[in-house]
């Protein structure tokens, strides 16, 4: 009967997966306002507990399958990921040429095929999950932990819209500094399979696993705090430096034209030139691929007339530039300029883009058909180097970063392996024009966010169409200019780590992700599935 019954209500509950899925994607920018919602993302986690927790065998005695539990978990995150980066279509499309059902399909080829991670940790949850509550919660906030990890690293990588960024305004964002974006997730998804379990009769009795599972995460809190004191902490020895003025730049060169030698290129080239030389900020930044072209390609004395306008001042500006040839391969890159260095000229500063872009920046294997479908310039990029030097410029360590390699903490993290070279601002170089109006902007703009909640430095953020903005090491948004719109943004920027008021050289997060990189993280969420398993293991043999 009750295989019968749940047979029977699988359209209800494939709809609620459906809704709920679509929620968690509004949850991380909700359309309008562009804000996170962290409330409604625990929300639409709950929903799913609810769901799935009836299904779990040891719940119903073996009487429900675990497929059951992985076709609401693909549905789900389908709804979730397709609901997120739908503006994928946008690229593919209009500035691809891909007619609109092939571009369709793709957006949803791509959220199916992520999605299968989320089924596999649902049916998993659903054979192994005890029942005990509490047991019960930790498995599915594990199960949670290592779907959104492979997400984010197998098969290049693509964690755009983890759970975690939309509680970047809320109560768990204090745990950023400690676990990162991915373990916020993790807690938030204990959290709501928790509350569904929750029973007025359970808070009557105040069961003991509540009491101890509490004590527990207050004592876990205070041995990291207690080892932060201990190894992190350092007496300033001197005062910070002074903050940087900036001036942000933001061509808003339509993406359309940005390539075209006949509109956007000289636009582009005219309009970055005369800002770049009537600048007074002590840092002027200018997205990636201001200058569209490369060097080789610009007039004559384009670019020498720009660097020698830095060298003679106190001033230094971060250009994003295409660099390299046929030969050696491309780089997508940023070019520093700014004074010689005693002594004779220096070399000028370059960052090369090491997470490149899959079908953007190169092209996978056995994917050229799809590649060739569409007409999208600069297709194939050579990787930078994991952890390159930051630009040093008056007293600060600025790290940049290009598109959408804010994504990835764990590689940021790689720069803070000696903390006294770690560093101290980061700058976003970004052109989201590929994806239109629309909430990718605002999505990006909450992933710079939590970057700076997790390391604890400001983030600068300099884009062709928006969101240009200077972001403190809170994660708040101190400066932002209207998007869509060509303009200089004009603010300050305090670095942090560097004697700082707090004592503070970096985060608990930043020290054991530089070393260890996700391991981490990856090492709890199997030890909880290899106790599930051997929990029912002895189930099974005690005949339970």
């Excluded at 739908?86 to 092939?102: D, E, Q, R, T, V």
């Excluded at 200089?488 to 990189?517: C, D, F, K, M």
């Amino acid at each position: 009967m009750l295989r019968a019954s749940l047979t029977m209500r699988w359209p209800l509950q494939a709809l609620l997966a459906l809704a709920a899925g679509l929620a968690q994607a509004a949850s991380l920018a909700w359309p309008g306002s562009g804000q996170p919602l962290w409330w409604l993302q625990l929300v639409s986690l709950a929903v799913l507990a609810r769901l799935v927790r009836p299904m779990a065998n040891a719940a119903t005695g073996g009487a429900v399958s675990w497929q059951r539990g992985a076709l609401i978990g693909g549905v789900f995150a389908t709804a979730w990921l397709s609901g997120t980066f739908w503006w994928l279509f946008i690229s593919m499309h209009a500035y691809g040429g891909l007619p609109a059902p092939l571009a369709v399909a793709a957006v949803l080829g791509l959220a199916a095929f992520l999605a299968s991670y989320y089924a596999a940790a649902l049916a998993l949850f659903c054979r192994l999950a005890p029942v005990h509550k509490a047991g019960a919660a930790l498995l599915f906030g594990a199960l949670w932990l290592l779907a959104e990890l492979a997400r984010g690293i197998w098969w290049t990588g693509f964690p755009w819209g983890a759970g975690g960024y939309a509680h970047v305004d809320g109560p768990l964002a204090v745990l950023a500094r400690y676990v990162g974006v991915y373990g916020v997730g993790a807690v938030a998804a204990v959290l709501a399979m928790g509350a569904v379990q929750l029973r007025p009769a359970d808070l009557r009795r105040g069961r003991l696993w509540a009491w101890l599972l509490a004590m527990a995460g207050v004592l876990a809190l205070a041995t990291v705090g207690r080892f932060c004191a201990v190894n992190l902490c350092h007496t300033p020895s001197q005062p910070p430096p002074p903050p940087l003025s900036l001036e942000l730049l933001q061509g808003n060169i339509p993406q359309d034209e940005k390539f075209q030698p006949g509109s956007g290129v000289p636009v582009a080239l005219q309009w970055y030139a005369q800002a770049l030389r009537d600048a007074k900020a002590d840092l002027v930044v200018a997205p990636e691929t201001a200058i569209p072209l490369l060097p080789q390609q610009l007039i004559p004395g384009y670019l020498e007339g720009l660097q020698q306008r830095y060298a003679q001042g106190p001033q230094a500006a971060l250009v994003g530039i295409p660099l390299g040839d046929e030969t050696l391969g491309y780089t997508n890159s940023v070019r520093g300029m700014g004074p010689s260095t005693p002594g004779g000229q220096a070399e000028p500063y370059r960052y090369d883009k090491h997470h490149l872009v899959p079908f953007g920046e190169f092209i996978p294997p056995f994917f050229k058909w799809f590649t060739a479908m569409m007409d999208i310039p600069l297709g194939d990029f050579n990787r930078g180097a994991v952890g390159q030097p930051s630009f040093a410029w008056k007293g600060q360590r600025i790290a940049p970063n290009i598109c959408y390699e804010d994504l990835f903490g764990e590689e940021l993290g790689a720069r803070f392996i000696d903390p006294a070279q770690a560093p101290t601002v980061f700058v976003n170089f970004s052109n989201i024009g590929w994806f239109g109006d629309s909430l990718a902007i605002d999505q990006h703009l909450h992933i710079s966010r939590m970057r700076a909640l997790e390391f604890e430095r400001p983030m600068v953020r300099a884009t062709n169409t928006g969101a240009t903005a200077i972001i403190d090491h809170r994660g708040m948004v101190t400066h932002q200019l209207e998007r869509h719109t060509r303009g200089v943004l004009r603010g300050e920027v305090q670095g942090r780590g560097l004697s700082a008021p707090t004592g503070w050289a970096i985060t608990p997060y930043a020290w054991w992700v530089a070393r260890w990189g996700l391991w981490p993280l990856w090492a709890l969420g199997g030890l909880a599935l290899v106790a599930a398993l051997l929990a029912q293991g002895v189930r099974r043999a005690r005949g339970g």
